[in-house]
C-alpha cells in the first residue's frame, strides 16, 4: 500500500473521539472508526481494518443524537493514510460535495 505523505490542513481542527460506521459507496459495512478530528474540509479517523487506498469514496455514518440507529452520512474521500506502530491506521478524509 502506497501511502501518501501527510499535507497539512489550513482550517482550524476540532478535536473528539467518536465511534462512526464506515461503508463504502454502496453502504456495505467496512469496519468502525473512531474521529480523531474534523475540519471545515475533512476529518481523520483511527481504524483497526486494513485502510482502503488513496482516491476512495467512503461513507462515515455519524451517529445523531447518541443513537446509533440513526446516523447521518458523510460522503468522503480518502487524502491520505498512515500505518500507526501499534497496527492501527489513521486516514485523512476530504468532504465531497
Known amino acids: ?15 473528539l473521539s467518536w465511534l462512526v460506521k464506515v461503508c463504502d459507496y454502496s453502504r ?3 469496519h468502525e472508526a473512531e474521529i480523531i478530528d474534523v475540519s471545515c474540509e475533512g476529518m481523520k479517523i483511527r481504524t483497526r481494518a486494513e485502510a482502503p487506498q488513496q482516491g476512495f ?10 443513537s446509533h440507529e440513526e446516523s447521518m452520512p ?3 474521500m480518502v487524502k491520505w493514510i498512515q500505518k500507526e506502530n501499534d497496527g492501527t491506521y489513521l486516514l485523512g478524509l476530504k468532504y465531497m460535495v
Open 1 to 15: 500500500m502506497k501511502c501518501k505523505t501527510l499535507e497539512k490542513r489550513k482550517s482550524k481542527r476540532s478535536y
Open 28 to 30: 456495505t459495512l467496512l
Open 57 to 66: 469514496a467512503i461513507v462515515v455514518h455519524i451517529p445523531v443524537m447518541d
Open 74 to 76: 458523510v460522503l468522503t
